[in-house]
Nanobody, 122 residues
Framework: QVQLVESGGGLVQAGGSLRLSCAAS????????MGWFRQAPGKEREFVAA????????YYADFVKGRFTISRDNAKNTVYLQMNSLKPEDTAIYYC???????????????WGQGTQVTVSS
C-alpha cells in the first residue's frame, strides 16, 4: 500500500516556474515507477512524466519535453516535478501516481494522490 500527498501547486504567471512534490508513505516506495498526470476542466487525465524506481529512466509527454523535469529521492520517499516556462495551457490539477509498470496510461497506475492545482495566468 502506498499513500501519496502532492504539494507545491499554485498560481504563477506565464513563463514562470513551480516545483511540485509528492510525498509517499510505505516501505515499498522505491520499487514503484512514479508518474505525474494532469487533468484540465472538461478534459481527460493525461500523462505528463514518469521515472523508474532507480531514477535511471525518465519519460515525458511531448508537450512538456524541455520544460519539465521529473526526479525522485528514495531516501525521502519523494518525487518531484520541476516545471519551467509554464504556459496557460499547463493549467490543470496535477496528480502523482505509483505504478508497477512503465506503461504511461492512468489505468496502469495503482495509487493516486489527491492532486494539486496549478494555474498559469497569461
Amino acid at each position: 500500500q502506498v499513500q501519496l500527498v502532492e504539494s507545491g501547486g499554485g498560481l504563477v504567471q506565464a513563463g514562470g516556474s513551480l516545483r511540485l512534490s509528492c510525498a509517499a508513505s510505505g516501505r515499498t516506495f522505491s520499487s514503484y515507477v512514479m508518474g505525474w498526470f494532469r487533468q484540465a476542466p472538461g478534459k481527460e487525465r493525461e500523462f505528463v512524466a514518469a521515472i523508474t524506481w532507480s531514477g535511471e529512466k525518465t519519460y515525458y509527454a511531448d508537450f512538456v519535453k524541455g520544460r519539465f523535469t521529473i526526479s525522485r529521492d528514495n531516501a525521502k520517499n519523494t518525487v518531484y516535478l520541476q516545471m519551467n516556462s509554464l504556459k496557460p495551457e499547463d493549467t490543470a490539477i496535477y496528480y502523482c501516481a505509483a505504478s508497477r509498470t512503465t506503461i504511461q496510461a492512468p489505468a496502469f497506475y495503482n495509487y493516486w494522490g489527491q492532486g494539486t492545482q496549478v494555474t498559469v495566468s497569461s
